[in-house]
């Protein structure tokens, strides 16, 4: 089974709105930390923000938000008032606290339109 | 600055032909680890390392060698490259030891043709 599952391939957005990316996961530990990352044009991997298990708020880094929905074993990220730079590739990431692995999802291409 | 440095950015080669991956981080990370990524298929790890002499097979180790001689450095080889290498390569790092909180940090990344 997949530990990390992005089911959108590609997303379109417009300027200055506001975008999910979504991102489940499976895991039977009980600690774990979610990670997202952003890859541009250019191929760098951008660690973005942190959820971990225990969390009781979500995660905040500026425009960048987690929908951390434990139950239902989803950590979708939010990106508020779309920017043309947020254009990229989006990761989602998990990482066992008793395996300490990291596993990736595949992906989300987010393109942002003037 | 803190980094993890791989050499080279872009590599052209032919198959079979040995080449080395460098990587080094100067975070004193304990865990690094390789990927690959390829369209679709999202990043795919190929070996990892939790400790200096330490290393174990990712998802995809098929064709790759590492070492772990020192804590610094993790270098990636591939002995007889094929053209179904041909890829985009990273290298990370990240603290051990149960810090699940920790995230990776990456590389510029290698991306590989091989003829």
Redesign the interface.
Known sequence: AQKIT?TQ?GMFVQEKEAVTLDCTYDTSDP???L?W?KQPSS???I?LI?Q?SYDQQNATEGRYSLNFQKARKSANLVISASQLGDSAMY?C?M???WS???Y????TSLTVIP | EAQVTQNPRYLITVTGKKLTVTCSQNMNHEYMSWYRQDPGLGLRQIYYSMNVEVTDKGDVPEGYKVSRKEKRNFPLILESPSPNQTSLYFCASTVQGGAYNSPLHFGNGTRLTVT
């Open positions: 992005q391939p600690s774990y930390g990670f990352y191929g760098e991997m660690f942190y971990g990761f990431a990482r066992e606290g300490n692995q990291f990736f999802g595949t992906g």
